[in-house]
């Protein structure tokens, strides 16, 4: 496929994920708005009558059972090899990222109203200790989301990856750009933000310190990442990956975290859009849930000793797969797929995205 054919289909298929997240979420968003009223009593009573036990610690089982069941099942079984040096890298990047967010600026952006909900263990932060278990969010999520493109790219939706010797990957002239459209983007959503929160709450002081954070640490792999490894992306397991965390956000979120007080966030540093039927969620928990599953497949990207974009840190098959599997998976490849493009070199140049609201 010619460099030009691959750029209209790596950005087609990047639009259509963006499509498939309209179609969802555009009448639920309305549906939403039709909410006047929350059914929920006000926290305080939640909270004093102890709702939740341990109940912060125990869901991160949310992320550790799929990252075992991923791990040291699904990945072994296909003999899908992952590359350590590459997957690594990636999660030392995300990881820190998303602990500094607490430990710098949980003061400005949350608080932790049920502290009967975790195992009381403080952890570090300025401005007074955080729950333990936030930390170990942030490893486990971010841990979840990789493993599962990982594996989707890898196996379930291999079909639409591209080889490791394919023309894709070795047409770019240079990994790092400049993405005017990702800054537009970027430019937008803040300046948005901040009108938006003087005409919605005029008088009241505040600055949308979160969401500009938060699109910040989003955009900014995309500015210098997109024009190189948009062709070489997975979308079909990106667009996988974001509806499974977006059903997982719904459930360990917007069910169970903020109407049981497990955190809440700070109203002077959110934009000022709430979502009344879950209790007044703020809209930047909203748009975490989809653009952190964005991150791994931007960022791990590594460029191999030749120069070309390799695959993500799991791309490659061990030959110990039968023969005849071996034979079924090379008929499956399709030479005009896309795939995912993971490197050390763009991740330890880049910051990821630390989409470290409440769910990776």
Wanted: proline share 9%.
């Amino acid at each position: 496929m010619s460099p030009s054919k691959s750029n209209q289909s790596g950005n087609l298929a990047f639009w259509i994920v963006l499509a498939m997240l309209a179609m969802v979420s555009l009448p639920a968003a309305v549906t939403l708005h039709t909410v006047k009223l929350s059914a929920f009593l006000p926290l305080s009573q939640i909270v004093a009558r102890n709702p939740s036990p341990y109940g912060y610690s125990v869901s991160l089982l949310i992320f550790v059972v799929p990252i075992l069941v991923i791990a040291f099942w699904f990945l072994p079984q296909e003999h899908i090899r992952v590359s350590r040096h590459a997957f690594w890298w990636t999660v030392g990047l995300l990881f820190p990222m998303g602990a500094a967010l607490d430990f710098f600026l949980a003061q400005f952006f949350f608080r932790f109203p049920n502290p009967a909900a975790t195992l009381r263990i403080p952890a570090p932060a300025l401005g007074g200790p955080v729950p333990v278990e936030e930390y170990l969010f942030y490893l486990t999520g971010f841990l979840t989301v990789l493993l599962l493109y990982v594996w989707l790219d890898g196996y379930w939706l291999r079909a639409y990856s591209v080889p490791e010797e394919d023309a894709q990957r070795t047409s770019f002239q240079r990994l790092l750009g400049f993405h005017t459209w990702s800054f537009i983007l970027a430019v937008v959503l803040i300046g948005g933000a901040v009108l938006f929160r003087k005409i919605a709450q005029p008088g009241v002081p505040g600055f949308p310190g979160y969401l500009t954070f938060l699109v910040l640490t989003a955009l900014l792999p995309s500015m210098v990442l997109y024009g190189a490894v948009h062709r070489v992306i997975n979308w079909r397991a990106v667009s996988l990956t974001v509806f499974m965390i977006l059903l997982t956000s719904l459930l360990w979120e917007a069910t169970l975290a903020i109407p049981y007080g497990w955190w809440a966030y700070q109203p002077t540093t959110m934009v000022g859009l709430y979502i009344r039927a879950w209790d007044n969620l703020p809209i930047e928990a909203v748009l975490v849930w989809i653009a952190v599953t964005f991150s791994p497949p931007c960022l791990s990207t590594r460029p191999s000793a030749a120069g070309t974009l390799q695959a993500s840190p799991c791309a490659t098959r061990s030959s110990a797969a039968p023969p005849q599997k071996r034979a079924l998976q090379a008929a499956d490849r399709s030479p005009d797929c896309l795939a995912p493009a993971l490197t050390k070199a763009a991740s330890s140049q880049i910051a990821p995205a630390a989409m470290s609201s409440k769910l990776p």
